[in-house]
């Protein structure tokens, strides 16, 4: 099943636009976009990564001697199973979900119960069976491609791309001093060398990808989603052999426009303007040390002069 299953995977560090994206794609006819943040990390994920980046953003282990059942709980999709099961304190609650989580359960075991229990045969079955049991999504009928979303996966694109032979990685980096801004909105953010640290890693792993994999690893910039999104991923798009339809002007949830990508992500107002107006929200010595931190990315990135154009 893995072999014939096509995945496109998002990836973006916190702030970059992994969530916009992900709802730019939201209304596309030939995509089964995941509701939420895919988050298939498992607690058995355990490299020296897991340092600084969270396990339910990152590719899934599973035990050895687990069951079919075992390995379902261990997914940590901590947003669509608080969403279908306590809706009450779910960021999402005010957004149409019919979806139960035991149906899913159910779906889930009828899969794997034909299949041989790999990594990816678990990712793809968990994946068929969320749209299985969401009720009242409005599809096409014409879909040929999951896509998920969970933000720095990016580091795990090795095994991705192993596990599903036509799957592919598309990976969103956004300029550090807006992305930075945004972050320190967060109740609890991290600090700037910290966060700076994230940014480099995906940075520096996504370069890496898009030179090993060309054909397999997309890198886009948010700047160029902003400014013409129906252009930019619709390029993606052509690349996959889908076709480039309207609903890539904007984003939106199960196919209903969205005002706001909030609270789906923290980026509210998505344009190229707001993007530049949050980058000048800091101060010229956060800049400066900024710069300093993503100094060797600038320039491969073309941001070596954002806060300089007109």
Avoid at 263 to 277: D, H, M, Q, Y
Wanted: proline share 6%.
């Amino acid at each position: 099943m893995q072999a014939d299953f096509r995945l496109l995977m998002i990836s973006a560090m916190y702030e970059n636009g992994g969530n916009t994206t992900h709802r730019f794609l939201d209304g596309h006819p030939q995509l089964w976009v995941y509701p939420f943040e895919s988050q298939l990390g498992t607690r058995l994920v355990v490299d020296p990564l897991t340092s600084t980046f969270p396990v339910k953003y990152r590719w899934p282990e599973f035990s050895t001697e687990a069951t079919a059942e075992e390995d379902y709980y261990a997914i940590i999709d901590e947003e669509t199973k608080v969403r279908a099961r306590t809706p009450r304190v779910s960021k999402f609650r005010h957004s149409p979900f019919d979806f139960s989580d035991a149906d899913r359960l159910a779906a889930f075991l009828r899969r794997m119960s034909s299949r041989p229990r790999t990594r990816g045969n678990n990712v793809a079955a968990f994946l068929e069976s969320t749209f299985e049991a969401w009720k009242d999504r409005q599809g096409s009928g014409r879909e040929e491609w999951h896509v998920g979303y969970s933000p720095v996966v990016v580091v795990d694109t090795e095994k991705i791309l192993a596990d599903f032979p036509r799957g592919h990685v598309l990976h969103v980096v956004r300029n550090p001093w807006s992305a930075y801004a945004d972050t320190r909105k967060r109740p609890v953010p991290l600090s700037m060398k910290n966060y700076m640290l994230g940014w480099i890693l995906n940075q520096h792993y996504a370069l890496y990808f898009r030179s090993r994999y060309p054909e397999r690893f997309h890198l886009l910039r948010l700047e160029d989603i902003l400014g013409n999104p129906r252009q930019v991923l619709g390029s993606l798009c052509r690349r996959l052999g889908l076709e480039i339809p309207e609903s890539l002007d904007y984003p939106s949830w199960n196919g209903n426009p969205l005002e706001e990508v909030y609270p789906w992500g923290t980026l509210r107002k998505v344009s190229p303007e707001v993007n530049r107006a949050t980058a000048e929200e800091l101060g010229q010595a956060e800049r400066e040390e900024i710069a300093a931190l993503a100094e060797g990315f600038l320039e491969r990135l073309d941001y070596r002069n954002f806060l300089t154009r007109g």
